[in-house]
């Protein structure tokens, strides 16, 4: 089964960037849909973008216009950069994938923390 790998996390000051990555152990045979979710402390998990196996993509409002999301399929890798950020973004970012629309898996979380 394919397995998920965040990286990339960290500490940043409001107002700058970074980009966390996400790697799969294999190819993914798709159609497939790859996004990031955030949870931040004592809240639930929440959508943050995703990004279908056509290039399609889909921003949360809190993070449109701030946040891209992109994919490496040579790489089997997906990447969010993160511009302009608030300590409310702080959070834990993980990686899923969803593969033809039945078979879900999540990475295991990188921490995002920004400091005002």
């Known amino acids: 089964q394919v397995q998920l790998m965040e990286s990339g996390g960290g500490l940043v000051q409001a107002g700058g960037s970074l980009r966390v990555s996400c790697a799969a152990s294999?190819?993914?045979?798709?159609?497939?849909?790859l996004g990031w979710y955030r949870q931040p402390p004592g809240k639930q998990r929440e959508l943050v973008a995703r990004?279908?196996?056509?290039?399609?993509?889909w921003y949360a409002d809190a993070v449109r216009g701030r946040f891209t999301i992109s994919r490496d399929i040579a790489a089997n890798r997906v990447y969010l950069q993160m511009n302009s950020l608030k300590p409310e973004d702080t959070a834990v970012y993980y990686c899923?994938?969803?593969?033809?629309?039945?078979?879900?898996?999540w990475g295991q979380g990188t921490q995002v923390t920004v400091s005002s």
């Open positions: 294999e190819r993914i045979v798709g159609p497939e849909t």
């Open positions: 899923n994938v969803v593969i033809r629309g039945i078979h879900v898996i």
């Open positions: 990004i279908t196996s056509t290039g399609s993509t």
